[in-house]
């Protein structure tokens, strides 16, 4: 079979697919953030990490299946986001955009070594029983913890979606998005909205975590993998738009597969790269921004 | 100022140290006659991205140094105790230098350790401006020892040694199925020693009969390894031969499963995993069978079990920079012994002129030629049954070769 039939181009678009989903999950909270705060959380990727030692814990410590602990998780990292927000950035960093950049920088180091020195770097992984369980394509097997990672990718960011478009709350979201002052004065409390975002957004991780773990490992560098590639992904969409992250996360996903077949997996990433490079020339806005 | 104890100032504590300090200056030949501890350096990466493996290096060199203690020290010398003088190298270059600094100061007679080639470089570099002994646990590649330092010394296997016979051993053990197996595809993580061990395996096997099909690079870390097992379901190879890092290899060994791509062999040399407690641990399915070639104890040696048994006791896993720093602190303490002083000169010759046997390592007679041990070697292990098995060479194998797989 030749590399370039239609049959192998078509399962490694289907793998970048894949991995693309749980990409735009990560990219999704980040970009949410972005978008309503306007700032950039550095915490992001050190929070993923801890979400992934949370679904580590829940199945090693507590039995817990990591697509069942996914709820109580997303449950336990909204409150987290919604504390640390409230409690921490917002007071230690006086009101000022710059002062957020450098918290969340902080809060990123803490965390990362606080992991290191209660695990150690080593790297765990949960053999789960149905980890080799595969739904056969007749062109290729996938994993089915791998399509339920899709799925379950998807089905998060339409929820999200729902939430943001047709509940008080969302409005409220979007309008402190659009206009802080303006939301202010029509009596909605921008704080509470700050770390209601900054809580989503930690709990998109958790679920994130929950469906990652099943193919991938955790050690307290791991969120570092997945971060660098959610920042491009949220520059590629569009600074703070949920549908831009999430076609973003997608077209990456394929963009890194097909390079990687044919180009090699070393440099393959070159095709992320420049697709980045392109659209700042040509889209500075991102795919989906509604202004530079 | 506030009293922490009654009658304890600043001036007494002052006064009585100063006194403490002119005492041990005055009288060094009178404490070492006491058998003084020998201070030995211990050096390892236990922050930053190797801590795990110098946590694990830091336990094998603990292990040995209470052994030698409990047994009563060293003879020749009194009895004198070996006093461990930890550094941690920051998973650095310069973190392992800044420590032979250090462990100059505090006066150790020789250092162990390193784990990392970069380290390891830097470290025994530092350590021979001091002519301090060094001895590298478990940086393979060639040029420390290709330096022409006289102070440092490699007890374990180097690349060359590891290649060589790691190649070797594959074609002996496909010729001694009947040479069924043909093709081969290598996936390599791309730096220094993936890329090397790829260009290695590209000079030897096609000269032997092998056609390699296809040999693919990939970066550390890499997210997803679909892709590259796709290539391997196209391409159907006989043999897989992994040579990248534990977290690589395991991504890769799971995509095999969940691909249901079967070689008829998976062979790696130095593998990340291959030979790992706790991928054999965590992942009994996808490891079972994995050859590697790689450091390994004498399984047929009980003090290698009983040492085995003592770590995992512990809740340890019991891994190669585990024996590896424990042999090299035996290595040490056999030269300390022939030594007869805490010289460092004289222990850099005992070291040199070593025929260090009775370890738990599979080797052969040790001899230090420019500073490689010529008598060490690594051997082939298997995972069969959730245990890691030594299958060649044949004088150290504890199991037979499971070769070629089995079809599923």
Not at chain 1, 69 to 76: G, M, R, T
Not at chain 2, 56 to 65: K, M, S, V, W
Not at chain 2, 139 to 151: D, M, S, Y
Not at chain 2, 266 to 276: E, P, V
Request: aromatic residues 8%.
């Amino acid at each position: 079979m030749s590399l370039l039939s239609p049959e192998i181009l078509l399962v490694a678009v289907l793998n970048g697919v894949m991995v693309g989903a749980l990409y735009a999950l990560v990219a999704v909270g980040l970009t949410l953030i972005y978008g309503v705060l306007h700032i950039i959380n550095f915490a992001h990727g050190a929070l993923l990490t801890l979400a992934l030692f949370a679904v580590y814990l829940a199945h090693s410590q507590l039995g817990l299946d990591p697509y069942l602990a996914a709820a109580p998780l997303a449950v336990l990292f909204f409150g987290l986001g919604y504390a640390l927000q409230r409690w921490i950035i917002t007071p230690a960093s006086h009101g000022e955009d710059r002062n957020i950049l450098l918290v969340t920088l902080g809060l990123a180091i803490i965390i990362q070594n606080l992991l290191l020195y209660l695990f150690r770097s080593d790297t765990r992984t949960i053999d789960l029983p149905y980890a080799s369980d595969v739904v056969d394509l007749q062109i290729t097997f996938v994993a089915m913890s791998r399509l339920i990672g899709l799925v379950g990718s998807l089905v998060v960011a339409a929820l999200l979606w729902l939430f943001l478009t047709r509940t008080d709350t969302g409005r409220a979201v979007r309008a402190v998005a659009k206009e802080r002052m303006g939301a202010a004065l029509q009596g909605i409390d921008v704080d509470h909205i700050y770390a209601v975002t900054f809580g989503l957004g930690t709990a998109c991780l958790a679920v994130a975590a929950a469906l990652l773990i099943p193919n991938f490992y955790v050690n307290p560098r791991v969120g570092e993998a997945f971060v660098l590639i959610a920042f491009t992904i949220v520059v590629l969409g569009g600074m703070g738009s949920v549908p831009g992250a999430l076609l973003g996360g997608l077209l990456i996903g394929v963009v890194e597969s097909l390079g990687g077949l044919l180009l090699g997996e070393s440099l393959g990433q070159l095709g992320i790269f420049l697709i980045f490079i392109l659209v700042l020339m040509f889209r500075p806005q991102g795919l989906f921004g509604a202004k530079a | 100022m506030t009293k922490v104890l009654p009658g304890l100032t600043r001036r007494s504590v002052l006064k009585t140290t100063a006194l403490g300090g002119v005492a041990t200056l005055a009288l060094p030949g009178y404490l070492r006659a006491q058998g003084a501890p020998i201070k030995v350096g211990i050096l390892q990466p236990v922050t930053g991205a190797l801590s795990y493996s110098g946590q694990q290096g830091r336990l094998g060199a603990e292990a040995a140094i209470q052994e030698i203690n409990a047994a009563g020290g060293i003879k020749s010398m009194g009895g004198a105790k070996l006093e461990m003088v930890f550094g941690d190298a920051r998973s650095t270059p310069d973190g392992g230098t800044q420590e032979v600094e250090r462990m100059n100061g505090e006066g150790v007679v020789a250092i162990v350790g390193g784990f990392g080639s970069s380290i390891c470089l830097a470290a025994s570099q530092a350590a021979a401006r001091y002519d301090i002994p060094y001895l590298v646990d478990v940086g393979v590649a060639e040029t420390i020892t290709a330096r022409g330092l006289k102070n440092t010394f490699r007890f374990t296997a180097g690349l060359n040694q590891v290649v060589e016979k790691g190649i070797a051993n594959l074609i002996a053990l496909n010729e001694s199925a009947g040479s069924p197996l043909k093709t081969v595809m290598i996936v390599h993580e791309d730096s220094l020693f993936g890329s090397g061990m790829a260009k290695a395996l590209n000079d030897a096997l096609p000269g032997k009969g092998y056609q390699i099909l296809s040999t693919i690079p990939h970066p550390t870390p890499i997210r997803d390894f679909n892709n590259v097992v796709l290539q391997i379901r196209a391409q159907n190879p006989d043999i897989i031969i992994p040579s990248n890092y534990y977290n690589e290899y395991v991504l890769l060994a799971r995509a095999m499963v969940q691909q249901r791509a079967r070689p008829k062999a998976i062979y790696s040399i130095l593998g990340g995993a291959a030979s790992s407690p706790r991928f054999v641990k965590e992942f009994p399915d996808a490891a079972n069978l994995v050859i590697d070639c790689n450091h390994w104890i004498n399984a047929k040696n009980p003090r290698a079990e009983a040492l085995k048994t003592k770590i995992e006791s512990g809740g340890n896993f019991f891994t190669y920079e585990v024996f590896n720093n424990y042999s090299n602190v035996l290595l040490l303490a056999d030269a300390l012994e022939r030594a007869g002083s805490a010289d460092r000169g004289k222990l850099i010759e005992a070291i040199a002129a070593s025929t260090f046997e009775g370890h738990i390592m599979p080797y052969g007679p040790t001899k230090f030629v420019n500073g490689q041990n010529q008598g060490a070697q690594p051997v082939v292990t298997q995972v069969q049954g959730g245990e890691i098995k030594v299958v060649r060479p044949e004088e150290f194998a504890n199991a037979k070769a499971v070769f070629p797989f089995p079809p599923a």
